[in-house]
């Protein structure tokens, strides 16, 4: 599929998702569209690992959606195609990885929030304006008291106050900043510390992660019980387990 407000690259077990409209990397609804197209096609991918969120150029991961789509008649179409991106981001079945390459305001700082991990340039500025603007920030609401805790989602949210990458790492909302300069190679690291491993097992993983979020304990260890085994029966995990007895790398079935 043709997409024109984003990028889609694959390379080496990789897809790239970029936003790409610059310098601010507005989200409109159309953007919001193709994202979740994207998305929905990289699901059935075998050959994709790991998809990794970013933004075109070197400003703004995104600065968030756009006002005028918060207005009138576009409203209900806006809240439909945004809200569902962060169901897309789960139900893609592969690690979603935010490189956070600037500013990462609003809607933006919300798919930060939204993706499995994210890596930030020591630039970038993340935070929830919307306050500002009379109104609040409905995904935010829901994932940052999960990612942060109570008290510190209640001060970005109702104070609309933007914080650095370093503050971001700090409260668990990206998974580690890095200077500027060392920005690329450390993201490429990164990214490969997921991709070395098998995608089918990577997929199974963060299935049973998203699973257990919101089962009681004793439960989820129920339930992932079951699960494990069968995952453990499975011709892919039984290569991995006998490579390691073989002292070999395993070759995957996926």
Known sequence: MEFKNILLEKKEGVAWLIINRPPLNILDIETLEEMNQALADLKTDDGVKVVVITGAGDRAFSAGVAVGDHLGGKLPKMV???????VSLIEVDKPTIAVVNGVALGGGCEIVAGCDMAI???KAQLGQPEVKLGVYPPPASILFPRIMGRQ?????????DSISAKEAERIGL????????EFEKAADE???????NSGLALTQARQALY???DLEFHQALEVTGVDATLVMSG???VEG?????EKRKPVWIR
């Not at 510190?152 to 609309?160: H, N, P, T, Y």
């Not at 990164?190 to 070395?196: D, H, L, S």
């Open 174 to 181: 990206v998974n580690k900043a890095v200077p500027e300069e």
């Open 211 to 213: 699973r257990n979020f």
């Open 190 to 196: 990164f990214i490969k510390r997921f991709t070395a």
């Open 120 to 122: 930030a340039s020591e």
């Open 152 to 160: 510190k989602a209640f001060e970005l949210i109702l104070s609309g």
């Open 235 to 237: 011709e892919n995990s």
């Open 80 to 86: 439909e195609v945004f809200h569902k991106l962060f």
């Open 241 to 245: 387990l006998t490579a390691f007895l």
